[in-house]
């Protein structure tokens, strides 16, 4: 297979074909190859050596300018690329290395720029690159370039230089750039309309149809076609001769002034003998009403000088027409009357105007520093001298404005306005509290994170600096000329007394308004906390100085913990008193006891110890012991020391903490120690050992009644001046203090605070002081400041607001409103001024005795003015004072109360002026003359009834017979009544449910809700009411008795916050000894609905519950372990003569809660450390007697740290009893080794997480503490008491506090509602009203969301939409001719719609249209009539323009380019007769610019075949069939004759490639010469889809070959047509294909049942061995289910094994 080219078309667009015969073309491309290889072996050969030039260095030189000189390198090269010696290149061509150059200087900037040219026009690539071939096919537009000329030139006189000196500063512009050439756009036109009637009615006529222009010819396109086509037609041979000819007439010639007036008066007087005299009046009072007369005549006489009306004369030609075209004798149309040749007319004269008066002063008369503010505008204006009448041309605008700034020194800089601000308020927490918060009810004492807002209003910021330059511009003015005034003023000195500016509008300030609430804290209190109350001390004198009677107090005290808010007085009461007797103030205190030294010098025996003692204070101070010399000194203790048979005691326990705090006539404190027998004695001469009783002693303790006194104080009373303060002490604060930005609480004088203190017995109440000491009572006078009285600061009033229009359309006065306010800058405090009650102040506007506005009047028509008899007395028929003429009137400017105003006036401000001429017809003899129509009589009935109204033949018209003609006169007119009945009836959506404006209510949970404005609750939605009339024309909602609404109300849900319960009380703390947690919680109640407060986070798992989470501490020494005494001993092996032995102790053992006066009270052991848990049962030996006596063993020593075996701890004992002879003591000592983690321990701390921010019980959110726990761990991990590692001194770095902060919840905080908006349209049914609001503050936190209803609407009434509107063009008419110059007329109408553009608009009563300006679709000019040409019978004529033609884009849609919008309109020829067609004129058409054209596509369309042809069209993108504007390359054939030769045989077409196919369903079968030989039906393989009902394959034929499957008429799904057979009659490659497939398939499906059968025959094998010869068989069926057989004969084998296998067997059976 070859490739070749071959040249299609004359386009020259090159194809590629396939052809066998290549062998030619690939021997002349192996020719010319080998050639051009030769020959450039030939030019190798001759040169391998050439020049290089390297590129020009730096130009050099002394002197800037042309005298420099630069140079190159210049070497020679091989062609492979290296350097070789000069010698072997050819010295003839060697480039210069050296050149003149121009030395470029800095300053050469200023002298040089590059000069940019015209961009060229746009030239194709292809054209540049391929040599002038374009594209044949051009798709949206053409590449192309387009290019420029640059050069540097002199700036002076742009004289060229060397572009290298403008290289120097700035590269060189680009000389080229892309540009796009759009296709040519061939002119497309419509299709035709229907054929005309045919132009005679008898004879040979012609039917014309007609097309317009769409799309004009552009860019080189295609001239548009002929857009009429003729017919002939005959609709019947003619009766009678056809008419030949046709008064024609011609058009009125301009308009001229007859003969001057006052010449035909002179003739006339001249003719008629001279002037008449008229006599005169002499009755004063008849003069007087003549004068009158005249003046009002005179008024009524167009004398103004704005109009220059002058009545002449026009004529016109009447000619007589043949049906060819040509003009033939007036006499052969003499049988029809003449029209009228002369008529009156009015002179045109144009519009004069005077010459522009000086520009008016600008509207900005100050000076803004902001560059980008806009400009003032100044107007000048003209005044008309002459209005324009007739055909004059009219006045241009009589005003125009420009821009400008204010000229001129002393011009005063423009007010400048900003934001200002009033002091926040006081800082509010309840608008954080959510809606279930209990506090609500109760908010005393609130505090942390809160609200506080303020007001935001706009002021004038330079007013003072305005007012201080006015002032002194106005003392420079009053000034004299001889006095010197200062040059510059002295600003800098100014001094403004700073006073509260007065608000203006809020629209005069720009930029962000400052924020209107912010977020503040309230300083939590913090409460006062104390120790537990210590022990009562002793009893002692209230005084020690003076010790008088016998009457005392003990005193317990308590300390604070943390300093509360306001000092130690806001703590309760911190020293409580008994009273009692025989007080002390100093006492001895027992230090020990030394050690028991026995009798007489005796080794055992009884004995004395003496005790240690310190002289001691009540407050348990030590002191000189000479101050307890009153009191007796404790004497010697008796003891024992025990022989050795005597029995032996244990030492006295401690004494057991006071079982009561106080004491009465039936509660005792009590006290108790015990002591236990550590051994008995041994018979006779040893000391008995003590009953039981004796073991334990009892002693009275807080012995004191329990009567208990204390102060008691009251709060703080308020600040008051102290009247024993003098003057001097007074502080005055400053004066700006008060300002609005200050907080105004700086102390102005000192004060004093008194509070009640009083003795109060607990449980009882208030006693007489003297029950309580006088030492710890508290003061009741404290000094204090006074903060300053801050008085109420306003701003002034603001300026009255502008009082809106106070008239209506119709001019009638409406009375409106004017307010002004001011704003609270500041609120008194402390005392201070109150404010005004009165912010707001309001009147009413001044009223105008009448509405400024104007009208047009227009006076009494003047007498009707005829063309002169002179000039139309030539005409036949013409009468001398009768005919046809025109009449004027004057036209005068007046106010709406009818005081006279310039004109200048109701040009800018009234309607329309009124016309000053009209026609008019002064009555011949023989016309008829009748009456003006009377009114309309009453109406019976609406709607039913009729009226009438009638005329009268006047004179001589009552006796003429056609006059009496009622047809011709009608008399009479009769009118259906008006009928008033009116339908109301609903229209459009229902608006947004609104609330009312202005409520300030509480929701209705009690909650104020957002911005203290009604947000929920009742309210009403709105549609609107249409009203028509009988006729269905809109009439205004008033007549059918409605406001314009239905309104319902409607309910706009509240906001419902996240509900949850109250917190739970606080676990116990997790851990008894340490750090642990302790948990609350909250349980969800209600989820949140209608934008309520959102939920916090919820646990995870349990998704309706919150825990809080905090760390905290036990104290290890809260709970302790309390033993009781030992047992007595139970000795297991009983020596009855010396009772001792090997025995056991037991002693009960409990935990209790430790208090600071002791262990009180038992708890659950679990709560106690069971590691410290003492022993219960002890087991030893009971010495006998004489056997050594030791005491308990003490505790063991701590172990040195850190811990090791070599270190070791001991403990020890001492010997009570001393042993007999040759007995001894056991070892007083014991040690044992120190192991980690068993006997030593090291010890670190621990520092928990941070706990989550506690805020205080009153604070909603805001400053809060976070805190974390220091735990002291042992090595074993064990929590232990704090003491063990303060012990050991061990470091403490950590901060154990640390400030946080609570986001606050804070509620989206919206605008107020905007006012209505003005009607989004004027007119109709689809009139909407906004009003908005927008976010001042988003939520925060938890706070409720923003709504998202930002906006609302509600209709607007329903308003008629009334318009002017033309009605269409009348037929040309001409009087009284068949053909010729003529008028056609149309009305101004006032139509009625309902502004929705669909339906038809209605026809109503112009009255309605009467507030509206005269215009129709925005234009003014009102045309009413115009000239037209009704062409003669057989005339070939123009027709009238076509409408223009939509707005089409000249675009290329691919390419994104659009070249501009047009539209067209076009006017085509009409023919008559069809030997007339030659003298046609040519069609014409038009073409302007627009905006926001489409962008349309055309393509290709075709029918179905029909036979053997179809029809093929073009059509545009949005359905419109056109002719022209589709791609002239491969249209769709129409017919199948476009195949040499044809194909004609059955079932054939030919393709768009010239080949003759077959049809769809049909096979080709071909002769042995390549052709066509017949069409064979092949079956239809028909795939259902989805859609198809049927499953079923048939065969069925082919519809159309051409169409796809998708528009094939009955097809739903895809079809695939098999055909076996090519072109060539020879099977197709795919057959073979298959054929091929399906033999691999057999294949493939015969191995497969071979594997299985294999498969199935080796299974049945393996599993008749597995089966131990019990006879059963498997095989695996379909669906692998196992098919069992059980052979009979075989079961006897394996009886146990045959028995399972049965088994199994058996349910396999049954399954199976």
């Given at each position: 297979m070859g490739l070749g080219w071959r040249w299609r078309g004359a386009g020259g667009t090159p194809s590629i074909r396939t052809g066998g015969s290549t062998f030619l073309w690939v021997t002349v491309l192996l020719f010319c190859g080998t050639w051009r290889a030769n020959t450039q072996m030939v030019e190798d050969t001759k040169s391998v050596y050439f020049w290089e030039t390297g590129p020009w260095g730096r130009c050099m030189g002394s002197d800037c300018g042309p005298g420099g000189s630069q140079s190159r390198a210049v070497w020679c090269a091989h062609v492979d690329g290296w350097t070789t010696l000069h010698t072997n290149c050819d010295q003839s061509q060697r480039p210069s290395n050296q050149q003149n150059c121009f030395r470029v200087c800095d300053w050469h900037k200023d002298l040089y720029d590059w000069k940019l040219g015209a961009w060229n026009q746009c030239v194709s690539v292809s054209t540049r690159t391929f040599g002038g071939m374009r594209p044949y096919v051009c798709n949206g537009g053409e590449e192309g370039i387009q290019t420029r000329e640059v050069g540097c030139v002199l700036k002076s006189d742009e004289s060229l230089g060397d572009d290298t000196i403008c290289e120097y500063f700035?590269?060189?512009?680009?000389?080229?750039?892309?540009?796009?050439?759009?296709?040519?756009?061939?002119?497309?036109?419509?299709?035709?309309?229907?054929?005309?009637?045919?132009?005679?009615?008898?004879?040979?006529?012609?039917?014309?149809?007609?097309?317009?222009?769409?799309?004009?010819?552009?860019?080189?396109?295609?001239?548009?076609?002929?857009?009429?086509?003729?017919?002939?037609?005959?609709?019947?041979?003619?009766?009678?001769?056809?008419?030949?000819?046709?008064?024609?007439?011609?058009?009125?010639?301009?308009?001229?002034?007859?003969?001057?007036?006052?010449?035909?008066?002179?003739?006339?007087?001249?003719?008629?003998?001279?002037?008449?005299?008229?006599?005169?009046?002499?009755?004063?009072?008849?003069?007087?009403?003549?004068?009158?007369?005249?003046?009002?005549?005179?008024?009524?006489?167009?004398?103004?000088?704005?109009?220059?009306?002058?009545?002449?004369?026009?004529?016109?030609?009447?000619?007589?027409?043949?049906?060819?075209?040509?003009?033939?004798?007036?006499?052969?149309?003499?049988?029809?009357?003449?029209?009228?040749?002369?008529?009156?007319?009015?002179?045109?004269?144009?519009?004069?105007?005077?010459?522009?008066?000086?520009?008016?002063?600008?509207?900005?008369?100050?000076?803004?520093?902001?560059?980008?503010?806009?400009?003032?505008?100044?107007?000048?204006?003209?005044?008309?001298?002459?209005?324009?009448?007739?055909?004059?041309?009219?006045?241009?605008?009589?005003?125009?404005?420009?821009?400008?700034?204010?000229?001129?020194?002393?011009?005063?800089?423009?007010?400048?306005?900003?934001?200002?601000?009033?002091?926040?308020?006081?800082?509010?927490?309840?608008?954080?509290?959510?809606?279930?918060?209990?506090?609500?009810?109760?908010?005393?004492?609130?505090?942390?994170?809160?609200?506080?807002?303020?007001?935001?209003?706009?002021?004038?910021?330079?007013?003072?600096?305005?007012?201080?330059?006015?002032?002194?511009?106005?003392?420079?003015?009053?000034?004299t000329s001889n006095q010197q005034k200062p040059s510059v003023p002295p600003l800098l000195s100014i001094s403004f007394e700073v006073t509260a500016s007065r608000p203006v509008d809020s629209k005069l300030c720009g930029g962000p308004v400052p924020n209107t609430s912010q977020l503040c804290h309230i300083l939590c209190p913090i409460e006062c906390e104390v120790s537990p109350w210590g022990a009562w001390g002793p009893c002692t004198y209230e005084n020690c100085a003076v010790q008088e009677g016998k009457k005392g107090f003990k005193l317990r005290k308590r300390e604070i913990s943390n300093e509360p808010t306001g000092g130690p007085g806001n703590c309760p009461h911190l020293v409580e008193a008994v009273p009692c007797d025989e007080p002390s103030c100093w006492d001895w205190r027992l230090v020990r006891l030394d050690e028991c030294i026995p009798d007489g010098e005796l080794p055992c025996g009884p004995g004395t110890q003496i005790p240690q003692v310190q002289c001691v204070n009540s407050t348990g101070d030590m002191v000189d012991k000479e101050l307890c010399g009153g009191a007796s000194t404790p004497e010697p203790i008796a003891c024992d020391v025990p022989c050795p048979k005597n029995c032996v005691l244990s030492d006295w326990t401690s004494w057991s903490s006071c079982s009561q705090t106080c004491s009465s006539k039936t509660i005792e404190g009590k006290q108790l120690r015990t002591r236990s027998i550590l051994a008995y004695n041994a018979g006779e001469g040893g000391g008995v050992c003590p009953n039981s009783s004796s073991l334990q002693e009892v002693r009275n303790c807080n012995e004191h009644a329990c009567t208990v006194y204390h102060w008691q104080t009251g709060p703080w009373g308020p600040c008051t001046e102290d009247p024993s303060s003098s003057a001097l002490n007074t502080t005055t604060g400053p004066r700006s203090a008060a300002g609005p930005n200050s907080s105004g609480q700086g102390p102005c004088s000192r004060g004093m605070q008194t509070r009640k203190v009083i003795c109060v017995r607990v449980n009882v109440g208030q006693v007489p002081p003297k029950k309580c000491p006088e030492s710890p009572r508290p003061g009741t006078v404290r000094p204090c400041r006074m903060p300053c009285k801050r008085d109420c600061i306003v701003t002034p009033f603001s300026d009255w607001s502008q009082c809106s229009p106070t008239c209506d359309a119709a001019g009638n006065i409406q009375k409106t409103k004017q307010s002004r306010n001011r704003v609270i800058l500041q609120l008194p405090a402390n005392g201070g001024q109150d404010c005004p009650e009165v912010l707001e102040e309001e009147k009413d506007c001044e009223a105008p005795k009448v509405c400024p506005g104007y009208r047009w009047k227009s006076h009494k028509w003047r007498r009707c003015q005829l063309v002169p008899w002179n000039i139309r007395e030539d005409s036949p028929g013409a009468q001398e004072t009768c005919g046809p003429g025109l009449q004027t009137r004057a036209v005068s400017c007046r106010q709406l109360d009818g005081v006279q105003a310039d004109i200048g006036e109701c040009l800018k401000f009234a309607n329309t002026m009124p016309s000053i001429t009209q026609r008019c017809q002064l009555p011949c003899q023989d016309d008829c003359q009748l009456t003006n129509w009377s009114k309309f009589s009453s109406c019976t009935a609406d709607c039913v009834g009729v009226r009438t109204r009638k005329r009268l033949l006047v004179g001589r018209s009552k006796k003429k017979d056609k006059c009496k003609n009622t047809q011709m006169y009608p008399l009479s007119e009769t009118q259906y009544c008006p009928c008033d009945k009116y339908n109301a009836q609903p229209v459009g959506n229902w608006s947004d449910c609104i609330l009312a404006v202005g409520d300030r209510v509480e929701s209705l949970l009690g909650m104020k809700v957002q911005g203290n404005i009604k947000e929920c609750g009742q309210g009403y939605r709105y549609q609107a009411m249409v009203c028509y009339d009988q006729d269905n024309r809109l009439v205004e909602t008033s007549r059918c008795n409605s406001h314009g609404y239905i309104e319902e109300a409607c309910i706009i849900p509240c906001p419902s916050d996240c509900k949850l319960s109250e917190w739970s009380n606080w676990s116990r703390?997790?851990?008894?000894?340490?750090?642990?947690?302790?948990?609350?919680?909250?349980?969800?109640?209600?989820?949140?609905?209608?934008?309520?407060?959102?939920?916090?986070?919820?646990?995870?798992?349990?998704?309706?519950?919150?825990?809080?989470?905090?760390?905290?501490?036990?104290?290890?020494?809260?709970?302790?372990?309390?033993?009781?005494?030992?047992?007595?001993?139970?000795?297991?092996?009983?020596?009855?003569?010396?009772?001792?032995?090997?025995?056991?102790?037991?002693?009960?053992?409990?935990?209790?809660?430790?208090?600071?006066?002791?262990?009180?009270?038992?708890?659950?052991?679990?709560?106690?450390?069971?590691?410290?848990?003492?022993?219960?049962?002890?087991?030893?030996?009971?010495?006998?007697?004489?056997?050594?006596?030791?005491?308990?063993?003490?505790?063991?020593?701590?172990?040195?740290?850190?811990?090791?075996?070599?270190?070791?701890?001991?403990?020890?004992?001492?010997?009570?009893?001393?042993?007999?002879?040759?007995?001894?003591?056991?070892?007083?000592?014991?040690?044992?080794?120190?192991?980690?983690?068993?006997?030593?321990?090291?010890?670190?701390?621990?520092?928990?997480?941070?706990?989550?921010?506690?805020?205080?019980?009153?604070?909603?959110?805001?400053?809060?503490?976070?805190?974390?726990?220091?735990?002291?761990?042992?090595?074993?991990?064990?929590?232990?008491?704090?003491?063990?590692?303060?012990?050991?001194?061990?470091?403490?770095?950590?901060?154990?506090?640390?400030?946080?902060?609570?986001?606050?919840p804070v509620n989206c905080q919206l605008s107020d509602w905007s006012a209505w908006s003005e009607c989004s349209h004027t007119c109709g049914l689809d009139g909407r009203m906004w009003r908005s609001r927008g976010v001042v503050q988003g939520s925060q936190g938890d706070g409720r969301p923003c709504p998202s209803q930002l906006e609302q609407w509600k209709p607007c009434p329903v308003r008629p939409c009334y318009r002017w509107q033309y009605s269409p063009w009348s037929e040309c008419r001409v009087e009284e001719v068949v053909c010729g110059a003529g008028l056609r007329y149309r009305n101004l109408t006032c139509f009625v719609s309902d502004g929705s553009g669909e339906g038809e608009a209605s026809m109503v009563e112009e009255e309605l249209c009467g507030g509206l300006e005269l215009a129709v679709n925005r234009d003014k000019l009102i045309i009413l009539k115009e000239t037209c040409v009704l062409p003669c019978p057989g005339e070939c004529y123009l027709m009238e323009w076509s409408d223009w033609s939509p707005c089409l884009s000249v675009c290329a849609k691919g390419a994104g380019v659009d070249f501009g919008s047009v539209q067209v309109r076009s006017r085509a020829v009409m023919a008559q007769e069809p030997e007339n067609v030659q003298l046609c004129p040519d069609q014409d058409w038009e073409s302007r610019p627009c905006t926001d054209g489409e962008c349309f596509e055309y393509k290709w369309m075709s029918s179905t075949w029909s036979g053997s042809s179809r029809v093929t069209w073009c059509q545009r993108s949005d359905g419109l069939n056109v002719t022209g504007g589709c791609p002239h390359i491969n249209p769709p054939g129409d017919d199948n004759n476009s195949c040499d030769p044809p194909c004609q045989l059955p079932m054939s077409f030919c393709t768009e490639a010239g080949v003759c196919m077959c049809e769809e369903g049909y096979t080709e079968v071909m002769s042995s010469s390549g052709q066509l030989d017949h069409c064979t039906p092949i079956p239809i393989l028909e795939i259902p889809t989805a859609g198809d009902k049927k499953t079923d394959v048939k065969t069925s034929r082919a519809i159309n070959p051409t169409l796809p499957a998708t528009i094939q008429p009955g097809r739903t799904g895809r079809t695939w047509y098999l055909q076996p057979f090519g072109p060539d009659g020879k099977l197709k490659m795919w057959v073979y294909g298959v054929t091929a497939g399906a033999l691999v398939l057999l294949m493939f499906i015969v191995s497969m049942i071979y594997l299985a059968c294999s498969y199935s025959v080796l299974r049945r094998r393996l599993q008749a061995t597995e089966s131990n010869a019990n006879g059963t068989v498997v095989w695996m069926g379909q669906n692998a289910h196992e098919l069992t057989y059980t052979c009979p004969d075989c079961q006897e084998l394996g009886q146990s094994s045959s028995q399972s296998s049965g088994q199994s067997s058996g349910q396999s059976s049954q399954s199976s």
């Open positions: 700035e590269p060189k512009p680009r000389l080229e750039q892309a540009c796009l050439i759009p296709c040519p756009q061939d002119c497309v036109v419509s299709e035709f309309t229907p054929w005309t009637s045919c132009s005679k009615t008898c004879g040979t006529g012609l039917k014309n149809r007609v097309r317009s222009v769409l799309v004009p010819p552009l860019f080189g396109g295609s001239a548009c076609p002929n857009l009429t086509e003729f017919h002939t037609c005959k609709p019947g041979p003619c009766k009678g001769p056809e008419g030949v000819y046709s008064l024609r007439v011609g058009s009125w010639m301009p308009c001229s002034l007859p003969i001057s007036r006052p010449v035909r008066q002179a003739k006339h007087r001249k003719g008629k003998g001279g002037a008449r005299e008229r006599p005169g009046v002499k009755d004063p009072d008849t003069r007087e009403l003549i004068q009158k007369k005249r003046t009002r005549n005179r008024l009524n006489r167009q004398e103004s000088p704005f109009w220059d009306i002058q009545v002449g004369y026009q004529s016109r030609t009447v000619s007589c027409a043949h049906r060819n075209g040509s003009t033939v004798g007036l006499s052969l149309c003499l049988p029809w009357d003449l029209p009228l040749t002369v008529q009156s007319c009015i002179l045109a004269k144009d519009c004069k105007l005077s010459e522009w008066a000086d520009w008016g002063p600008c509207s900005k008369a100050c000076l803004d520093p902001d560059p980008e503010s806009p400009r003032g505008q100044r107007s000048r204006t003209r005044r008309v001298h002459q209005f324009s009448v007739g055909e004059g041309e009219d006045c241009p605008p009589l005003e125009e404005t420009e821009p400008c700034d204010p000229q001129g020194d002393g011009v005063l800089p423009c007010a400048t306005y900003t934001w200002r601000t009033t002091e926040w308020s006081d800082c509010r927490v309840d608008s954080l509290l959510s809606q279930q918060d209990r506090r609500r009810s109760n908010q005393t004492g609130l505090c942390g994170g809160g609200l506080q807002n303020r007001e935001v209003y706009c002021v004038q910021a330079n007013a003072e600096l305005l007012t201080y330059l006015n002032n002194l511009k106005d003392k420079d003015e009053g000034q703390c997790s851990k008894s000894c340490g750090s642990g947690v302790k948990v609350r919680s909250k349980w969800l109640r209600e989820k949140p609905y209608n934008g309520g407060r959102p939920c916090p986070k919820l646990d995870h798992i349990n998704q309706a519950q919150v825990y809080e989470v905090v760390p905290c501490i036990s104290d290890c020494s809260q709970y302790v372990w309390v033993a009781e005494p030992w047992s007595v001993w139970k000795v297991s092996n009983l020596d009855l003569k010396e009772n001792c032995g090997e025995g056991v102790q037991t002693r009960k053992v409990r935990c209790m809660l430790n208090t600071i006066d002791g262990p009180s009270e038992s708890v659950e052991d679990y709560l106690c450390d069971p590691e410290d848990m003492p022993l219960g049962t002890r087991g030893s030996r009971l010495p006998c007697p004489e056997d050594c006596v030791l005491s308990d063993w003490s505790s063991w020593n701590r172990c040195s740290l850190p811990c090791s075996y070599n270190n070791s701890r001991k403990r020890t004992a001492y010997a009570i009893r001393s042993p007999g002879e040759g007995r001894q003591c056991p070892d007083t000592t014991e040690k044992e080794p120190c192991s980690l983690n068993l006997n030593c321990f090291h010890y670190f701390y621990n520092i928990t997480d941070w706990s989550t921010c506690q805020l205080s019980a009153n604070a909603v959110c805001g400053n809060g503490i976070k805190t974390r726990m220091l735990d002291c761990v042992r090595s074993d991990g064990k929590s232990v008491d704090l003491k063990f590692c303060k012990e050991l001194s061990l470091e403490r770095k950590w901060q154990m506090n640390i400030s946080c902060v609570v986001e606050c």
